[in-house]
């Protein structure tokens, strides 16, 4: 069945450096990808996404790029801030995004001043 | 529109007891997810309902465990008989609309703790 694998966390970073949280998939067919964020006392919430293999997809300065050929689609950010503290949670679903979506456990990122 | 809603947010119950938890969905949204979260795991699928309609259900979902969308709005999510195992956070979503496909809002989430 389909499966995601992130990296486990905690990771702390000081503020401004540069992250990565790599996130791997098991899938058939051509899956649709998805970064979600748990702010804390807050629901997830979708952060970016990409549906198809090359894509990149990008907000609030994170950027995650499809690669199937790795089958990852790892998070990344130039430069942390305290206000990026949160879980964050790789996730896929069918080509449509109409599956019900399945998640890793999550990386926990503390950003300290 | 304030979002998924759900209630009660913190619910503690004695083992062997019945629960139900409620969520209210965005309003425009036709689909719904339950959803399940432990510590330091990921949300793990349950159930969801396009309208009224339960389309799949998780092996997850015992039959101790029973959703229901009688109108295709709110949704009520029971556990009968709860064990100790059922301690969770038990997260509903929400998704259609404007929404791009993939793009679950989901609700703060009710917490469950059996004693």
């Known amino acids: 069945g389909n499966s995601v694998t992130q990296m486990e966390g905690p990771v702390t970073l000081s503020e401004e450096a540069f992250l990565t949280i790599n996130c791997t998939y098991t899938?058939?067919?051509?899956?649709?990808l998805f970064w979600y964020v748990q702010y804390p006392g807050e629901g997830l919430q979708l952060l970016l996404k990409?549906?198809?293999?090359?894509d990149k997809g990008s907000n609030k300065g994170f950027e995650a790029t499809y690669r199937k050929e790795t089958t990852s689609f790892h998070l990344e950010k130039g430069s942390v801030q305290v206000s990026d503290s949160a879980v964050y949670f790789c996730?896929?679903?069918?080509?449509?995004?109409?599956?019900?979506?399945?998640f890793g456990k999550g990386t926990r990122l503390s950003v300290i001043a | 529109d304030t979002g998924v809603s759900q209630d009660p947010r913190h619910k503690i119950t004695k083992r062997g007891q019945n629960v139900t938890f409620r969520c209210d969905p965005i309003?425009?949204?036709?689909?719904l997810y339950w959803y399940r979260q432990t510590l330091g795991q990921g949300p793990e699928f349950l159930t969801y309902?396009?309208?009224?309609?339960?389309?799949?259900k998780s092996r997850l979902l015992s039959d101790r465990f029973s959703a229901e969308r009688p109108k295709g709005s709110f949704s009520t999510l029971e556990i009968q008989r709860t064990e100790q195992g059922d301690s969770a956070m038990y997260l509903c979503?929400?998704?259609?609309?404007?929404?791009?496909?993939?793009?679950?809002?989901f609700g703060e989430g009710s917490r469950l703790t059996v004693l």
């Open positions: 979503a929400s998704s259609g609309g404007q929404g791009a496909p993939g793009e679950l809002f």
């Open positions: 990409a549906t198809k293999a090359d």
């Open positions: 309902f396009q309208n009224e309609a339960q389309l799949e």
């Open positions: 899938a058939t067919g051509y899956p649709s």
């Open positions: 996730a896929l679903s069918d080509h449509s995004g109409n599956t019900p979506l399945v």
């Open positions: 309003s425009e949204h036709n689909r």
